[in-house]
């Protein structure tokens, strides 16, 4: 049996972490679970539409009322500020999830009242991120909410 020297186990040494090094970058580009995209799909239009997004905010933190939430066994039950009451408000509820951009949706709504109820069978338990945006006598308010369902 062959005695191994200083120089061939350094050489050893070096091609075993190349190897090791190159077997994780491949299974890390490969590797459906850790494909991470953007935030958003049209990220600089959004982008450009930031204004818009500060001054809705400032209106909503401009209400007297706050927005609430709680979690019923019929779903999310979401309860709007009393200014809004009103049969010409309407306006968008978008929930994004950050763990899988396929689970995000939107829902459109029309306000008679100050709730609105998201559907259990919609939300899945974890992390969401809930914007609200409601338009009343021409005024845009939103609301954002982070939420664990």
């Known amino acids: 049996m062959k005695k191994i020297n200083w120089g061939t186990g350094i050489v050893l040494s070096f091609i075993g972490f190349i190897a090791f090094v190159?077997?994780?970058?491949?299974?890390?580009?490969?590797?459906?679970?850790?494909?991470h995209d953007l935030v958003t799909e049209e990220y600089y239009q959004r982008e450009l539409a930031y204004q818009e997004?500060?001054?809705a905010l400032k209106n909503a933190q401009a209400l007297k009322g706050e927005l609430t939430y709680k979690r019923t066994e019929k779903g999310l039950y979401i309860e709007l500020p009393s200014e809004l009451e009103d049969a010409q408000a309407s306006g968008n509820v978008s929930l994004y999830r950050p763990s899988n951009k396929h689970l995000d949706f939107d829902l459109p709504i029309s306000l008679s009242s100050t709730h609105l109820l998201i559907p259990d069978e919609r939300l899945l338990d974890g992390r969401w991120d809930i914007k609200i945006w409601v338009t009343h006598d021409g005024t845009p308010y939103l609301f954002k909410k982070r939420i664990t369902y």
Do not use: G, P
């Not at 190159?22 to 494909?35: E, G, I, N, P």
């Open 22 to 35: 190159l077997f994780f970058v491949f299974k890390m580009s490969t590797d459906q679970s850790a494909d």
């Open 53 to 55: 997004e500060i001054d």
